[in-house]
C-alpha cells in the first residue's frame, strides 16, 4: 500500500515538472494533501494495533515474564500453568501443560472440568504449585488447592486473556517454602505490577511492588 502510494506521490510530481512554478506548487500540495488522505484511509485498521503495542508488550512483561522469573529464579521446581510461553522458556525444571496447548489429555480435562484429574497429575508429577487464570478454570480447580497469592497487570489488558494470574498451592507439605519464595519474588517486582498474599492464614497481606 505504502509502495504504491510512494509511486503515485513520485510520478504526480514528475509529471509536473514542465509546468510553470506556481502551478507546480499547487499541485504540489494537493498531490501531498490527496496522498495523506489516501494514506489514512487505508491505513486506519493499522491505527489501534500500532497505539496498543507499547502496553500489549507491556502487558507480556509485567504477567508472562514475571512468571518465568518467579519459576526460574524462585521456586526452582516443577510447576503447573495454563500459559506455556515464557515459563517453560530456558526452565530447566518440568512445567505440566494445565491447558491442553501441548497436551491433548489436559485439554480434555480442561474442557470437562475434571478437577480430580488435575490433582492426580500434578502429584504424579510432582508439582507442588500451580499458576493459572482462576476464572478460566473455574471448576476445575481441586477443593484441596490453596490460592496462595495473585499477580495483577500495572495497567489495561490487551494481550492475555485475563488482568491477573494466581498462584496455588497444590501440596500443603510445601506451604513454608512457597510462602518464602512468594515473599521474596514480591519484592523485586517492576513498579505498578499488583501482588497481594491472599487467604485467612496470611490475613490478605499486602505486599508493595518495587519502585
Known sequence: MVGVLL?????????GIARPISSRLD??????FGGFVVLLVFAASYVVPV?????????????QYQ??????????????VNDLGWVAYRNPDYV???RGLGFARARIAFEQRDA?????AVAEKRVEMAIIYKNSFEGAIPARWA???VLRLGGAR?????????????????RERAMKALKAFAATLPKGVGFQMVGAAMQHENIPGKD
Do not use: C
Not at 27 to 32: F, L, R, S
Open 7 to 15: 509511486v503515485w506521490i513520485l510520478y504526480s510530481h514528475l509529471s
Open 27 to 32: 499541485e504540489h500540495i494537493w498531490t501531498w
Open 51 to 63: 497505539a496498543q503495542t507499547p502496553t500489549a508488550a507491556r502487558n507480556i512483561f509485567e504477567q
Open 67 to 80: 512468571m518465568h522469573r518467579f519459576v526460574t529464579e524462585f521456586w526452582k521446581a516443577p510447576v503447573a
Open 96 to 98: 505440566l501443560d494445565m
Open 116 to 120: 480430580g484429574w488435575f490433582d492426580h
Open 147 to 149: 490460592e496462595l497469592a
Open 158 to 174: 490487551i494481550t492475555p486473556k485475563e488482568d491477573r494470574v494466581s498462584f496455588y498451592l497444590t501440596d500443603s507439605a510445601a
